[in-house]
């Protein structure tokens, strides 16, 4: 019944407009494929990388302010 549970929340959360739009902005400006998790009032953002010099480009990015 978890999994099962697990999967239906996955699958909402591709369809939710917000989390959709959410994914939207930031794979351009990441320049990478972003996954954003929904659960309730928590969630979690998933950054895939390719390289080891991608995840470099990725910390720099994430880290100016």
């Given at each position: 019944l978890a999994s099962s549970d697990s999967a239906v929340e996955q699958s909402?959360?591709?369809t939710?407009?917000?989390i959709l739009g959410l994914q939207d902005t930031l794979e351009p400006a990441l320049g990478v494929k972003v996954?954003?998790?929904k659960n309730g009032s928590e969630g979690r953002l998933i950054i895939s990388f390719s390289s080891?010099?991608?995840l470099q480009i990725?910390?720099?990015k994430l880290?100016?302010?």
């Open positions: 909402l959360a591709v939710d407009p917000e996954k954003v998790e080891p010099e991608e990725l910390a720099s880290s100016k302010q």
